[in-house]
């Protein structure tokens, strides 16, 4: 499957955005999907995920400002955030693995967008 990820941007500091993941061809329905960020010199980091039966997964340091969603119909997964941190800009990724479970391990995944830069800066 492929993936394109779309939304990045310059935000400043408590601001908003909303990130993008759209997969071709193949439908959204029965795959996992799992969004990360990768800053300069760091590894790459879960942020949400989100599998087959709907459910949702946050990191800490996300949870309760960022909320991941999807749109079969669309074969889209947005990630919606809010209270923009400057330590949340990183270059965010979707991936995406066919399987009905989930895992917050990059590892995991086989399919991956090309990243999208998000800057959160005043």
């Known amino acids: 499957v492929q993936l394109q990820a779309s939304g990045g941007g310059l935000v400043q500091p408590g601001g908003s955005l909303r990130l993008s993941c759209t997969v071709s061809?193949?439908?959204?329905?029965?795959?996992?999907i799992g969004w990360f960020r990768q800053a300069p010199g760091m590894g790459r980091e879960f942020v949400a995920g989100t599998h087959r039966g709907r459910r949702t997964y946050y990191s800490d340091s996300v949870k309760d400002r960022f909320t991941i969603s999807r749109d079969n119909a669309k074969k889209t997964v947005y990630l919606q955030m809010n209270s923009l941190k400057p330590e949340d800009a990183a270059v965010y990724y979707c991936?995406?693995?066919?399987?009905?479970?989930?895992?917050?391990?990059?590892?995991?995944?086989?399919?991956w967008g090309q990243g999208t830069l998000v800057t959160v800066s005043s």
């Open positions: 061809p193949f439908t959204l329905d029965f795959y996992a």
């Open positions: 991936a995406a693995e066919y399987s009905s479970a989930w895992s917050r391990d990059a590892g995991w995944y086989t399919d």
